[in-house]
């Protein structure tokens, strides 16, 4: 089993910044492929960014160029740092994680973005 716990969310003014964390315990060797996903209400889970063990990284079209996905492997966290937000980033936050014996999600946090 893998388990993962983000944290980081909140509430902030339209321009800020906000930097999520995800933690990953469990049998975090298994883990290869670890991303960020968001829900709106109301609306599908989409992915926002992902990043390979080695560090390759992926943005959805949306956040790309304000939003930096990392991952300290060491530590066993990736983390989102998201700036110049929007209102339409408002969202609860996943944190996934891709391994050999499955996928597994965070319970999410919250992002809400005031204009």
């Known amino acids: 089993q893998v388990q993962l716990v983000e944290s980081g969310g909140g509430l902030v003014q339209a321009g800020g910044s906000l930097r999520l964390s995800c933690a990953a315990s469990g049998r975090i060797r298994s883990i290869y492929d670890m991303a960020w996903y968001r829900q709106a209400p109301g609306k599908q889970r989409e992915l926002v960014a992902t990043?390979?063990?080695?560090?390759?990284?992926n943005y959805a079209s949306s956040v790309k160029g304000r939003f930096t996905i990392s991952r300290d492997n060491a530590k066993n966290t990736v983390y989102l740092q998201m700036n110049s937000l929007k209102p339409e980033d408002t969202a609860t936050y996943y944190c996934?994680?891709?391994?050999?014996?499955?996928?597994?999600w965070g319970q999410g946090t919250q992002v809400t973005v005031s204009s």
């Open positions: 996934n994680a891709e391994s050999s014996i499955g996928p597994y």
């Open positions: 990043i390979t063990k080695g560090g390759s990284t």
